[in-house]
């Protein structure tokens, strides 16, 4: 494991490469380098330079062209780089081919994400399933490690005849990988246990991309005090807490991040975590949208809920944060090109949205507190709309929140 671990001894000089391809202009080549730039950063590393190749498809021995691999070579060895990431899943050839030619430690958008993930994780929970991931990510590129995972084990007995070591090592990460599922099945079902604890009380769940304040709002809107920095998956574990908006208690839980180009096998390892999204009964969907690409952000979110959680039916609130730091360019009155992000106000940014999601969908600043109460008490009226149907006969309980606003 410990090739895909960055040191945290000094901080590394890293250079990023991503390719420009039909299916990815050169505007989104550079707005997926910036974010793996923050990644890298997240993990300590310090990237110096980014690296562009236009190609139809990746190299599929170096992925990008010997002559491109040529100049970062160069780069590399006249700036004493340490460190190249590249934006995209290298296979286990392509890993070996740039390793030798490059003579540097190597890594992919996945294996870069799963040291931040060990990084963050705190929790049993969190780290079986880092460690789950990290596993499966390592089992096919064993052919470019030289490994001593039998020590871990013991070498006596445990080599059949005529083994070779890679077979010994595939089949103790095989054994380590059943033996973490099976542990990840027992956390589950202690967490399910957990949930049909809190009984029938409205659970509602903060998604989004990572890095775009949910935990912020989290602890804004339960006055608690939950880990929140302007970093990627500042936040692996799910916390839960019961929040009452006027007199309405719910439970409020706030889950991991997503991003672009999430490895299939890492959504699986969090699957559980996810399991709050999955019984939640209302959905706030947070967006920064001072982002360049808050839409797309906002498409892979959904495109994640949908194809993990299940989600599609489940009422949604979609909260646009971070207001107090969106820009745009103000168009010239003569000006008669199409409306870009890049100019648009915000203003019609709100008219645009509010109309697509028939209203339910705020603008705030959580980090200035501005319209939160207005967010409190969208939420309140959705979230009593679910629990008049579980509990009918208490709705009566419940006053008028413009009302009890009022007298405040």
Not at 130 to 155: D, I, K, M, N, S
Not at 285 to 307: A, Y
Not at 308 to 316: E, L, R, S
Request: net charge negative; glycine share 4%.
């Amino acid at each position: 494991m410990k090739d895909l671990i960055i040191s945290n001894a000094q901080t590394e000089k890293t250079v990023l490469v991503g390719i420009i391809t039909p299916d990815q202009n050169e505007r989104k080549a550079k707005e997926y380098l910036d974010e793996l730039a923050f990644l890298a950063e997240t993990a300590g590393a310090d990237p110096v330079k980014q690296f562009f190749q236009r190609l139809d498809y990746p190299n599929a021995t170096t992925f990008v062209g010997t002559g491109k691999l040529q100049e970062i070579k160069n780069y590399v060895e006249e700036n004493e780089i340490g460190m190249v990431i590249f934006d995209d899943d290298l296979s286990p050839k392509q890993l070996k081919n740039i390793e030798r030619e490059l003579q540097v430690k190597i890594l992919d958008r996945t294996s870069l994400i799963l040291d931040i993930f060990a990084k963050r994780a705190q929790t049993a929970h969190a780290k079986t399933q880092v460690e789950l991931a990290q596993y499966q990510y390592l089992l096919p590129r064993l052919t470019r490690l030289w490994t001593h995972l039998e020590r871990q084990r013991g070498g006596i007995g445990m080599r059949g005849p005529g083994e070779t070591q890679i077979e010994t090592d595939r089949r103790i990460i095989l054994d380590k990988i059943s033996r973490l599922k099976d542990e990840l099945k027992r956390i589950d079902k202690q967490k399910s246990t957990q949930r049909k604890n809190r009984g029938k009380m409205v659970r509602v769940a903060l998604v989004g991309y990572t890095n775009v304040g949910k935990s912020t709002m989290m602890n804004l809107l339960s006055k608690s005090d939950v880990f929140a920095e302007n970093k990627l998956f500042a936040t692996l574990d799910t916390t839960v807490r019961k929040v009452i908006i006027d007199n309405l208690p719910f439970l409020l839980s706030d889950t991991v991040g997503f991003i672009r180009k999430l490895p299939t096998h890492l959504v699986e390892s969090f699957k559980s975590t996810l399991d709050e999204v999955r019984e939640a009964d209302l959905l706030i969907h947070v967006v920064d949208i001072s982002h360049p690409g808050f839409e797309e952000q906002f498409d892979v979110v959904n495109k994640t809920l949908n194809e993990v959680c299940d989600a599609q039916d489940k009422p949604m609130i979609v909260v646009f944060n971070k207001i107090d730091a969106y820009s745009h360019i103000e168009k010239e009155e003569d000006d008669l090109s199409p409306v870009t992000q890049e100019n648009i106000s915000l203003e019609e940014l709100q008219s645009t949205w509010m109309n697509k999601l028939h209203g339910d969908c705020m603008f705030i600043s959580a980090k200035e507190k501005e319209n939160v109460e207005d967010l409190r008490k969208l939420m309140y009226d959705r979230i009593k709309e679910i629990h008049v149907t579980r509990f009918p006969y208490n709705d009566f309980l419940y006053l008028n929140y413009d009302e009890e606003s009022e007298e405040e």
